[in-house]
């Protein structure tokens, strides 16, 4: 007998009017433990990791490679559960057949940074990018449009709390003027038949090996992987720089 769908009828149809959906507990506490020690004492991450501004001057860490390792990250991004997940919602959207699962590995509120979307903004399709401070930001004068015409959604989450959104979903977190941090790792994914036209600083399709939602716990705090090949932020070309 088939595996059940991870999601209902009504979840994916939240997802397609909305852009997103939230699911509690994704990961479990232990899981979660795993993934956000591992993660503060892995030295190549940090190593590897590059500061973006707002136009504000407010600088937000981060750290990207592109295809998943049989490392605790890789275990992550490809488990059954989030892949079976993104898969199904991914079969019922139009083109562009790409979205993100965002895994909290603290607590984010709007007093640490929360990520906040605008609710059905993924219906715009893709609006055109530049520059917003130094970072890369929609169109300002069609985010602020959107701002009047779609729900503003602070999208609070527990630690192993997941949000699965829209690669067109209009979104951005907050300045963390907390003292707490908000640490959380994304894993974005696209369909086979969606594969990328031209090159750029992202691959073209590479065949991804589901494994099995208990590999996370097997794999332990092990965070090297022959596969991790971290991205210089100077070979976006995207847009100018």
Same mark, same amino acid.
């Given at each position: 007998m088939a595996d059940a769908p991870p999601f209902s009828a009504e979840q994916v149809a939240t997802f397609q009017r909305d852009g997103f959906i939230v699911v509690r507990g994704l990961l479990r506490s232990d899981e979660i433990a795993l993934?956000?020690?591992?993660?503060?004492k892995d030295a190549a991450l940090l190593a590897n990791r590059y500061?973006?501004?707002? !136009?504000? =001057?407010r600088k937000t860490l981060m750290a990207e490679w592109n295809h998943p390792g049989d490392d605790l990250y890789g275990m992550v991004s490809r488990s059954r559960r989030i892949v079976a997940a993104m898969e199904q919602l991914l079969d019922g959207c139009l083109l562009?057949?790409?979205?993100?699962?965002?895994?909290?590995?603290?607590?984010?509120t709007e007093e640490n940074g929360c990520l906040k979307v605008l609710r059905g903004s993924h219906r715009m399709g893709r609006i055109e990018h530049g520059r917003v401070g130094k970072q890369t930001g929609a169109d300002p004068e069609r985010v602020a449009i959107a701002l009047q015409r779609f729900e503003l959604?602070?999208?609070?989450? !527990?630690? =192993?709390?997941?949000?699965?959104?829209?690669a067109n979903l209009l979104h951005a977190s907050g300045p963390n003027e907390s003292e707490r941090p908000r640490w959380?790792?994304?894993?974005?994914?696209?369909?086979v038949r969606n594969d990328p036209y031209k090159d750029s600083h992202h691959p073209r399709y590479t065949p991804l090996s589901v494994v099995d939602d208990d590999a996370i716990r097997r794999v332990g705090d092990h965070t090297e992987s022959h596969n991790r090949e971290f991205v210089d932020p100077k070979s976006d070309n995207t847009i100018g720089h």
């Open positions: 993934l956000a020690n591992a993660a503060r500061s973006v501004e707002d !136009d504000g =001057g562009p057949d790409m979205g993100s699962c965002m895994i909290a590995l603290d607590r984010a959604v602070a999208c609070v989450l !527990d630690p =192993g709390d997941a949000l699965f959104f829209h959380s790792l994304i894993c974005a994914y696209n369909t």
